[in-house]
């Protein structure tokens, strides 16, 4: 089993930037990619980046690309999604996601390939 623990999410003004941590624990984390999704008011749940097993290989949403980046930091049990340039529209509830069966040097996008979830941080931008 792997237990996700979300934090970093608050409210901000357009242009601004945020940091969000995803904490890990239980199975070996660099075992897994992992992933971010957010599920903005009113709307289905979306990925917005992902990351490889050892970190070399990450893929954007459109959306979100020159302005989010995401790392991993195996040796923390931590992932990260930097934010910057913050809009509106990026307003949602983040969630981090761990997926056990990607194979090395890939990610997943869809949400049901991954197998567990933290419990969501919101993330608010005003304009």
């Known amino acids: 089993q792997v237990q996700l623990v979300e934090s970093g999410g608050g409210l901000v003004q357009a242009g601004d930037s945020l940091r969000l941590s995803c904490a890990a624990s239980?199975?070996?984390?660099?075992?897994?990619?992992m992933g971010w999704f957010r599920q903005p008011p009113g709307k289905e749940r979306e990925f917005v980046a992902g990351i490889s097993r050892n970190g070399r290989y990450t893929y954007y949403v459109d959306s979100v690309k020159g302005r989010f980046t995401i790392s991993r930091d195996n040796a923390k049990n931590t992932m990260y999604l930097q934010m910057n340039s913050l809009k509106p529209e990026d307003t949602a509830v983040y969630y981090c996601a761990a997926d056990l069966r990607a194979v090395p040097s890939t990610v997943d996008t869809r949400s049901d390939e991954y197998d567990y979830w933290g419990q969501g941080t919101q993330v608010t931008v005003s304009s």
């Open positions: 239980g199975r070996t984390f660099s075992s897994y990619a």
